[in-house]
């Protein structure tokens, strides 16, 4: 029988493997800014947003199991930017968001390190009730809820950066 652990730990590999193909030949000075319609910027999730935004989610995830997260943690900046509800800015002089360097070390690392530690969850440990009242309704247990973290929520970011790589011109991933 599969462990929910591995579930979801095969669905973040999957994830993550998409995430680096939609980074090929993105640029620096690219990364936080809107794509341009004929209209002007599209006003849509840019790659330093959807990355930073995925960032919270490693730790978030260790603490919900009970795990030491101290090591993954964003740091404050991430959270006022990038936390759910926050509008995407277009970053026309490069001072809003942090380095892309930056930013995506720390999300293939945070993601990395959370996986190594999920992959050693027994089922019971997701078996149990989603101690988020908010979202309990959608996802029952905290294996629902974080099969949601790692698969259809970051699929559904990592589509926007899908859709903004074809506004600026560059080939599908």
């Not at 089922?123 to 629902?144: C, D, H, I, K, Q």
Request: with cysteine.
């Amino acid at each position: 029988m599969q462990s929910i652990a591995t579930a979801i730990t095969e669905s973040a590999n999957l994830s993550i493997g998409y995430a680096q193909r939609l980074m090929t030949d993105v640029k620096a000075d690219q990364f936080g800014r809107f794509a341009t319609g004929s209209n002007g910027p599209i006003d849509s999730n840019h790659p330093a947003f959807v990355f930073g935004h995925l960032c919270l989610y490693p730790a978030r995830m260790l603490e919900d199991l009970g795990l030491d997260a101290s090591k993954i943690e964003a740091p404050a900046n991430y959270h006022e930017l990038f936390k759910p509800g926050v509008a995407c800015s277009d970053d026309v002089n490069g001072d809003i968001y942090p380095p892309m360097d930056e930013i995506m070390s720390r999300f293939y690392d945070s993601y990395a390190a959370a996986l190594k530690e999920i992959a050693n969850i027994d089922n019971a440990a997701y078996e149990v009730a989603n101690p988020l009242e908010r979202m309990r309704e959608r996802f029952s247990t905290m294996g629902s809820m974080h099969t949601f973290y790692m698969g259809g929520h970051m699929m559904m970011h990592l589509g926007q950066i899908s859709a903004w790589r074809r506004a600026i011109g560059m080939p599908a991933a």
